[in-house]
């Protein structure tokens, strides 16, 4: 049995698979996918900043040890445990990263977007379309694309509990993102159209005291 289809096991007790209920009569699905777990990994997980600052803490090791003097072996040791711990945690973080992108799914209907999200203890997260006040998508260079969507007040969302699905260092206006998704501009332009047509439709609204303001993050995504 494949990983995947292990997964997709765990995950049984789902009426709908990504979904907490069966989707009621009017809606249906019109997209349905998981972060590409390389890029996800390494976007989230800020796996390349990661390397450079062991890398360059080896380097500056090594020079203040060949400064002063040190033998080889001692030099060598004084950049070997940087190294060895940078890469142990590239290769840790990494790991999480896929895990988190297995147990990852992102829907969108014609009626909201759902994050099926979590680690430890996995959640479904509903955001209906009447509290979405916008969308941007920001592309990456690997093909993968990020869908940020700016929650309109008084609604909120938990930072916490969507890490990392969230746009980086908005902690006080936290903003879901559907993070690092194959064909980007193709599911923009699949939430862009449902948001459209769904502009006239009555949709409850999960109110709170707090929300952050709608905002844009990279380019607007097209109805």
């Given at each position: 049995?494949?990983?995947?289809?292990?997964?997709?096991?765990?995950?049984?007790?789902?009426?709908?698979?990504?979904?907490?209920?069966?989707?009621?009569?009017?809606?249906?699905?019109?997209w349905?996918g998981?972060?590409?777990?390389?890029?996800?990994?390494?976007?989230?997980?800020?796996?390349?900043?990661?390397?450079i600052?062991?890398?360059?803490?080896?380097?500056?090791?090594?020079?203040?040890?060949?400064?002063?003097?040190?033998?080889?072996?001692?030099?060598?040791?004084?950049?070997?445990?940087?190294?060895?711990?940078?890469?142990?945690?590239?290769?840790?973080?990494?790991?999480?990263?896929?895990?988190?992108?297995?147990?990852?799914?992102?829907?969108?209907?014609?009626?909201?977007?759902?994050?099926?999200?979590?680690?430890?203890?996995?959640?479904?997260?509903?955001?209906?379309?009447?509290?979405?006040?916008?969308?941007?998508?920001?592309?990456?260079?690997?093909?993968?694309?990020?869908?940020?969507?700016?929650?309109?007040?008084?609604?909120?969302?938990?930072?916490?509990?969507?890490?990392?699905?969230?746009?980086?260092?908005?902690?006080?206006?936290?903003?879901?993102?559907?993070?690092?998704?194959?064909?980007?501009?193709?599911?923009?332009?699949?939430?862009?159209?449902?948001?459209?047509?769904?502009?006239?439709?009555?949709?409850?609204?999960?109110?709170?005291?707090?929300?952050?303001?709608?905002?844009?993050?990279?380019?607007?995504?097209?109805?």
């Open positions: 049995m494949s990983a995947r289809h292990a997964h997709e096991e765990d995950f049984g007790y789902e009426p709908v698979p990504g979904l907490p209920e069966v989707l009621p009569t009017g809606e249906r699905i019109l349905q998981r972060p590409v777990w390389s890029s996800f990994a390494r976007h989230a997980f800020h796996l390349v900043p990661l390397a600052y062991f890398i360059a803490l080896a380097a500056w090791r090594l020079a203040s040890a060949l400064e002063d003097g040190l033998a080889a072996f001692d030099v060598a040791q004084a950049a070997l445990w940087p190294v060895a711990l940078g890469g142990l945690l590239v290769v840790a973080a990494g790991l999480v990263g896929r895990y988190a992108a297995s147990t990852t799914l992102y829907t969108i209907t014609n009626r909201r977007v759902v994050f099926r999200i979590g680690m430890a203890l996995t959640v479904s997260v509903n955001l209906p379309f009447a509290v979405i006040g916008s969308a941007a998508l920001r592309r990456h260079r690997d093909g993968t694309g990020d869908i940020t969507l700016a929650i309109l007040r008084p609604a909120r969302v938990s930072w916490v509990m969507f890490w990392p699905h969230t746009r980086p260092w908005r902690l006080r206006t936290p903003q879901p993102m559907l993070r690092n998704v194959a064909e980007p501009e193709k599911v923009a332009q699949i939430l862009g159209r449902a948001l459209a047509a769904a502009n006239a439709m009555p949709v409850a609204a999960v109110t709170s005291d707090h929300a952050p303001a709608p905002a844009s993050h990279g380019e607007p995504v097209a109805a």
